[in-house]
């Protein structure tokens, strides 16, 4: 998780979040697992308004 704040479910702000199983939070309850979540808008969420967008694969790059 790329976070902006922590506080509990209703106030979880971040930008990209890897799920990798259900957890306490209403974001966190999907039909499969991983889920790739990231912020719309290209800035941060709040991840219980779903205000994001599900990714099928994440990449890593890294450029010297």
């Not at 969420?45 to 890294?62: C, G, L, P, S």
């Amino acid at each position: 998780m790329i976070s902006s704040a922590y506080g509990g479910c209703p106030k979880d702000i971040g930008y990209l979040a890897v799920i990798e199983k259900a957890g306490a939070c209403k974001w966190d309850k999907h039909a499969t697992f991983p889920q790739f979540l990231y912020a719309k808008d290209n800035t941060y969420t709040t991840w219980e308004e779903e205000n994001f967008d599900r990714a099928d694969y994440m990449a890593i790059f890294i450029s010297s």
